[in-house]
């Protein structure tokens, strides 16, 4: 993977914003591109003032690849239906056993199962397809997906900026990059894990 990752990291400096939508628009989709090697180096970027980039316009640019992604792997799972996902989602890394856990997410928490999904790891590349195999409605799906992107996209972007200044040789290393993102990422992800727990509960004591 160290190759891609450096491809990808490059297609952040080079083309900026355009390349953090389309990074992000495969992040969304069955592509498995890293969230944290797309918004956080290019947080680190704007932290210095480099490629014409802000952090709100990294944010934004990444909020809006995500949405794209996932209208498109809606779209697909919608048209296509279940049969045919299964059958050729393998070439696209989608096993059949992470569309049935997936869809087992969905059946459990719905829509708010869509914005959850946007920060948990695997679960938010795949979230699109049992919501389009589901026929969730496409404007709660699109509320729930533009939501949870953009906080992810604020966290991912918040973070980098931060582990930037104190780490500026991280945009040389992707695999460090990522290392040091998930060290302090799971913070975040206890935080959404312990929301969910608590919808869960309130979902179990209201059908109580």
């Known amino acids: ?49 480099d490629g014409g980039m802000n952090m709100w316009g990294v944010v934004l640019a990444g909020t809006l690849g995500s949405y794209l992604g996932s209208c498109i792997t809606y779209a697909a799972a919608l048209w296509l239906g279940r049969p045919l996902v299964l059958r050729y989602g393998k070439w696209f890394f989608v096993s059949q056993a992470k569309v049935e856990a997936a869809e087992r997410f969905m059946r459990r928490y719905t829509a708010p199962g869509i914005f ?49 200044r104190e780490h500026p040789h991280l945009l040389d290393s992707p695999e460090t990059l990522l290392t040091a993102m998930h060290g302090e990422m799971h913070l975040v992800i206890t935080g959404i894990f312990l929301l969910a727990i608590l919808y869960a509960l309130a979902q179990y004591l209201c059908r109580r």
């Open 1 to 49: 993977m160290h190759e891609w990752l450096v491809v990808w990291m490059k297609w952040v400096a080079d083309w900026g914003y355009g390349g953090v939508v389309l990074l992000m628009s495969m992040e969304s989709s069955v592509f498995p591109v890293p969230s944290e090697v797309v918004v956080p180096p290019a947080a680190i970027l704007a932290a210095r003032g």
């Open 116 to 164: 959850f999904a946007r920060f948990l790891p695997v679960v938010r590349h795949l979230i699109s397809i049992p919501a389009g195999l589901a026929r969730v409605n496409f404007l709660i799906f699109s509320f729930a997906t533009i939501t949870g992107s953009a906080l992810w996209c604020y966290a991912l972007a918040w973070f980098g900026a931060r582990i930037g």
